[in-house]
């Protein structure tokens, strides 16, 4: 029986050894590697060659996400499934555009993980039924680049004077953008704007 070969991509430790423990309890699942941060995905797939991926999304380095659309593009036949305590429909959305092939919650029953990965590793794609569903239906976001961009320097607390000179804009020209935001996004004032943003994943 061919194995298949996965790389486990996972910041918690005690998570990390659990997971690596829970799959290779199957005897036709391998762990060949297992790493901490975000960035550690590609160079470490590039080397073991992992049939598999099984990556968290809020990762230190780089996000999950953004790791899986690398590292389709440097080894396409290694595929990726998402394995995420973070269900908002735009980040099924975003895993989805990336290449993911697979998008399962950590509160899934144990079996699924393993059933999850030989699906993948066979070609097909595993998203959990409802957050499909739900990132079919979610609105798309209201906001331009700009703004998104100006929303998501405020949610970090930067202040307006702060935000012009990240954008090279005026301080009169942000505050414009603030209060558009808040108008777009029917929200009682900024900090409602960048909660609602957030639900909604149009701001990271």
Same mark, same amino acid.
């Given at each position: @029986?061919? *194995? +298949?070969k996965?790389?486990?991509?996972?910041? $918690?430790? @005690? $998570?990390r050894? =659990?997971l690596?423990a829970?799959?290779?309890?199957?005897p036709?699942l391998q /762990?060949?590697?297992?790493v901490?941060?975000?960035?550690? !995905? +590609?160079?470490?797939?590039?080397? #073991?060659?992992p049939? /598999?991926a099984?990556?968290?999304i809020?990762?230190p380095g #780089?996000d999950?996400?953004t790791a =899986?659309a690398?590292?389709?593009e440097?080894?396409?036949?290694?595929r /990726?499934?998402i394995?995420t *305590?973070?269900?908002?429909?735009?980040? $099924?959305?975003?895993?989805?555009s990336?290449?993911?092939?697979?998008?399962?919650?950590?509160?899934?029953?144990?079996y699924?993980?393993?059933? %999850? /990965?030989?699906?993948?590793?066979?070609?097909?794609?595993? $998203?959990?039924?409802?957050?499909a569903?739900?990132?079919?239906?979610?609105?798309?976001?209201?906001? %331009?680049?700009?703004?998104?961009?100006v929303?998501?320097l =405020? %949610?970090?607390?930067a202040?307006?004077?702060e !935000?012009?000179?990240?954008?090279?804009?005026t301080?009169? #020209? +942000?505050?414009?953008?603030?209060?558009?935001? +808040?108008?777009k996004?029917?929200?009682?004032?900024?900090i409602?704007a960048?909660?609602i943003a957030?639900? =909604?994943?149009w !701001?990271?």
């Open positions: @029986m061919l *194995s +298949v996965i790389l486990l991509a996972e910041d $918690v430790h @005690m $998570v050894g =659990a690596v829970l799959l290779e309890l199957e036709d /762990v060949v590697a297992s901490d941060r975000g960035d550690l !995905i +590609v160079e470490t797939a590039l080397r #073991t060659r049939d /598999v099984v990556v968290d809020d990762l #780089t999950g996400i =899986a690398e590292l389709h440097r080894l396409p036949a290694c /990726v499934l394995l *305590s973070l269900g908002r429909p735009g980040m $099924v959305r975003r895993a989805l990336a290449h993911v092939c697979g998008f399962l919650l950590k509160d899934a029953p144990p699924r993980l393993a059933h %999850s /990965v030989r699906a993948v590793a066979a070609g097909k794609r595993v $998203v959990d039924p409802q957050l569903l739900s990132a079919w239906e979610a609105a798309e976001s209201p906001l %331009s680049p700009r703004e998104a961009e929303l998501r =405020a %949610s970090r607390g202040d307006a004077a !935000i012009a000179d990240a954008l090279y804009l301080k009169g #020209t +942000v505050r414009n953008y603030l209060t558009a935001i +808040v108008a996004l029917n929200a009682r004032n900024r409602d960048i909660r957030r639900e =909604a994943d !701001i990271p």
